[in-house]
């Protein structure tokens, strides 16, 4: 079992920056793909960066790329997203979530999500 707890949700204006952490428990961290999605109001859960178990696969969101970061710290069991030049558009539920043990490549879908985080706000105002 995995637990997953984001942080670092907010209010920021349109060009600001936000990091968002999300720990998690057990052992298992650092043998999982790591995933951010979020879910504007109104919308469907979408995609917005992935990264492998090593770190050295990253993928992104092309509405995200440039502009956010995802990183790990397995020592720490955390994954990080850095979300900078923010956007009104970036309004959403950001979520993190934790594909299965082993596996080798970074995921993009919510069908291969094996833990899901509850969720932070994020709200970027004009």
């Known amino acids: 079992q995995v637990q997953l707890v984001e942080s670092g949700g907010g209010l920021v204006q349109a060009g600001g920056s936000l990091r968002l952490s999300c720990a998690a428990s057990?052992?298992?961290?650092?043998?999982?793909?790591m995933t951010w999605f979020r879910q504007p109001p109104g919308k469907e859960r979408e995609f917005v960066a992935a990264v492998d178990r090593s770190a050295s696969i990253t993928y992104y969101a092309d509405s995200v790329k440039g502009r956010f970061t995802i990183s790990r710290d397995n020592a720490k069991n955390t994954v990080y997203l850095q979300m900078n030049s923010l956007k009104v558009e970036d309004t959403a539920v950001y979520f993190c979530a934790a594909g299965p043990q082993y596996r080798v490549t970074a995921f993009t879908r919510a069908i291969d999500v094996e833990y899901w985080g509850q969720g932070t706000q994020v709200t970027v105002s004009s």
């Open positions: 057990g052992r298992s961290f650092a043998n999982r793909p």
